[in-house]
């Protein structure tokens, strides 16, 4: 089992910057990719950012493409996203997940229990 933990998120005023952190624990093995969903209210969940275990490959929905970043610490088996420039549709909980024995976040096996962001116009 793998247990994952957000945490940073919180009120922004539209144009300002909040930073997420998610901490991974238990059977990881070696080779897993991270990376954020987020479900606004009334909306099904949608992909955010992704990021494989080389911390190289990385992937972006097209609405936070030039405003987020995507990063990982392998010595602490934690993932970050810095989200700048924040926008009122931002809005959301944001949900951590993680899929073992991959380079791509395509079908996570793990997902953390969520934390939100709202951004005020």
């Known amino acids: 089992q793998v247990q994952l933990v957000e945490s940073g998120g919180g009120l922004a005023q539209a144009g300002g910057s909040l930073r997420l952190s998610c901490a991974a624990s238990?059977?990881?093995?070696?080779?897993?990719?991270m990376g954020w969903f987020r479900q606004a209210p009334g909306k099904e969940r949608e992909f955010v950012a992704a990021?494989?275990?080389?911390?190289?490959?990385?992937d972006y929905a097209d609405s936070v493409k030039g405003r987020f970043t995507i990063s990982r610490d392998n010595t602490k088996n934690t993932v970050f996203l810095q989200m700048n420039s924040l926008k009122p549709e931002d809005t959301a909980v944001y949900f951590c997940?993680?899929?073992?024995?991959?380079?791509?976040?395509?079908?996570?096996?793990?997902w953390g229990q969520g934390t939100q962001v709202t951004v005020s116009s």
């Open positions: 990021v494989g275990w080389s911390n190289v490959d990385t």
């Open positions: 238990g059977r990881l093995f070696n080779n897993f990719a």
């Open positions: 997940a993680c899929q073992v024995f991959t380079e791509r976040l395509t079908d996570p096996d793990y």
